[in-house]
């Protein structure tokens, strides 16, 4: 089956800095990568996502890439704000068969800014 | 749009009671729904994935029995935690996904403890 590894698992970074967070995959059969920002006891929020069809997606300060090739992609978040203190997952998912929607998560990323 | 809803959003039991989680997709139909669990300072573990008008398949290690899920309509399923025990604490969440995607929306989360 699919398995994800995400780091680094904890991150601290100066508000206005920029962050990144990566994660591997091991099924080349995957083919939509999304990002999750979880607070504290509250459910996973789908913050990004991107298919294996394009290389890079961008949503304001946050933006994903994924190199299928080497079989990994990263959250880059810049600007950040105090907000963004929160717990991110990574996740992978194949389209088709019986594992058709079925996500598989990395390990999490705790990212606090500091004001 | 892409609400999805959670009730009870936490739950206090005794040993040896059932408890009833219920999944909801407020503004979209659900083909399929999915149940995890995640324990503290973890990531998200997926127990089953859910469709509509059938039997959920579980994963391995996730008992049958004990996590009795059922989709009885494209907006609604539910999890029931039969026996609990004190071991069975943990928050669960519910994600939907839509027919013609390949995103799942989470809900917000059922804490379960078990006394």
């Known amino acids: 089956g699919e398995n994800v590894e995400q780091h680094p698992s904890t991150l601290s970074v100066q508000e206005g800095d920029s962050a990144v967070i990566k994660c591997t995959y091991s099924?080349?059969?995957?083919?939509?990568f999304p990002w999750y920002k979880q607070e504290l006891g509250k459910g996973p929020q789908l913050i990004i996502d991107i298919r294996s069809n394009v290389g890079e997606k961008k949503d304001q300060r946050i933006a994903v890439t994924l190199n299928k090739t080497a079989k990994h992609f990263s959250l880059h978040i810049t600007e950040t704000q105090p907000e963004d203190s929160a717990v991110y997952f990574c996740a992978a998912s194949r389209g088709g068969g019986t594992s058709y929607g079925k996500l598989t998560f990395g390990q999490g990323t705790i990212l606090t800014v500091h004001p | 749009g892409a609400v999805v809803s959670q009730h009870p959003s936490w739950v206090i039991c005794k040993s040896g009671t059932s408890v009833k989680i219920e999944c909801r997709s407020l503004?979209?139909?659900?083909?399929?729904m999915f149940w995890y669990r995640q324990f503290p300072k973890q990531s998200l573990m997926l127990m089953a994935t859910?469709?509509?008008?059938?039997?959920?398949?579980?994963e391995q290690g996730v008992e049958k029995d004990k996590f009795l899920i059922n989709h009885a309509s494209l907006t609604l399923s539910t999890l029931t935690v039969t026996s609990a025990h004190p071991e069975d604490s943990s928050f669960y969440i519910c994600s939907a996904r839509s027919s013609s995607y390949n995103e799942q929306f989470f809900g917000p989360g059922t804490r379960l403890t078990v006394l």
């Open positions: 503004d979209f139909q659900a083909t399929t």
């Open positions: 099924d080349s059969a995957s083919n939509y």
């Open positions: 859910s469709n509509e008008g059938s039997k959920a398949t579980y």
